[in-house]
């Protein structure tokens, strides 16, 4: 993982998506200097599952192309563990 990144859970993009907002990730990734991450099974649930109904599949295909233009990566989720790990590992060592 790069040293500057943000790992999205699904709220913030939902958030973004429905109030026609998404536009904003690209140039907050160029400002942040960074990667945005989302993890596969948020993925799942941002894109996969809402292409098989018809309620929120805009709004997926919205996601898919940040996904397909690179300003959303998909990261392992066991890199996210084992770095969740050892920031918790140096905060309980810190006192």
């Not at 993009?13 to 200097?33: A, D, H, R, V, Y």
């Not at 941002?46 to 300003?71: C, H, N, S, W, Y």
Request: contains cysteine; charged residues 25%; proline residues 5%.
């Amino acid at each position: 993982m790069p040293s500057s990144c943000i790992i999205f859970d699904t709220g913030p993009i939902i958030s973004l998506t429905t109030n026609n907002l998404l536009w904003l990730l690209e140039p907050m990734k160029k400002k942040f200097g960074g990667e945005f991450y989302i993890t596969p099974s948020v993925k799942k649930e941002l894109v996969d599952v809402p292409l098989e109904t018809k309620k929120f599949k805009f709004e997926a295909l919205q996601v898919l192309d940040m996904i397909e233009r690179g300003v959303l990566k998909i990261v392992d989720q066991k890199a996210v563990k084992d770095e969740g790990y050892k920031l918790m590992q140096i905060a309980n060592q810190c006192f």
